[in-house]
């Protein structure tokens, strides 16, 4: 299989940004967000298609289409993000193999740079998997109800968490199944797949891989858009 699939999950309602739809339709930098992240997706040569999980209501989006000659399969998400993730692993077309690796990332992070998608690509593909992330740089609180801070939590070996992560389809999809079977809402790919034994690789990854979750993050992301441009900058 010529390039990796990309499972990008946007069923999300985008309850923190407190808009009037969904985060991943508000404008940004004068387009719907999902269509920044879209696009920067598929002009990286390695991504060989898209396929979109929306939420079933979402009327906002064209079915199947072509991005940069790349094609866009859309599919309908889920309660959960892990829902949809597994939603969008069951859509992939036939072509893409149980044992062939595939890439998610959240619709919400539009400014991911190609250097760290190839940098994941290379280093998780070598290990079985993984994920970018970056090393905690901060001093970490715990709070208490009142907004106290009641201890400094260690932060060697802390690293937070981005997408894109990449799994191989079958062992991800059979991961989120599992966790589905016990109750459980994994928040990432990596979190299903440490749940099913496995110790998906860390990839360090540029901070500037922004997640847009409240309203204040959109003009930070406009900023970050316009920084890392063309997604081709390392
Ligand atoms: N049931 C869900 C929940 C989230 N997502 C997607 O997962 C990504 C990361 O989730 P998050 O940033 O939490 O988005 P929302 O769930 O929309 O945000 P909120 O929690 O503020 O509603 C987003 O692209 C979102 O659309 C999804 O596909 N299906
Ligand atoms: C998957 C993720 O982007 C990793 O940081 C994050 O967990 C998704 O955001 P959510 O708010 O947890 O749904």
Redesign the pocket.
Known sequence: MAGFWCVV?????????GGDR???YLPLAGRPLIEHTLERLAAHSRVAGLLV?LAADDPLWPGHVQLRGKPVRTVA?????S??VLAGLDALPAEVAAGDFVLVH???RPCVRHADIDRLLDLAGAADGGLLGAPLRDTLKRADARGRSVATEPREARWRAFTPQMFRRGPLAAALREAARRGLAPSDEAMAMELAGHAPLLVEGAEDNL?V?TAADFALAEFLLAKTAGGAHG
């Open positions: 999950p946007a069923a999300g309602r985008g309850m923190r940004v969904p985060k991943q999980v998400g889920g309660a959960e993000r829902d949809s959240d619709a919400a997640k979750t």
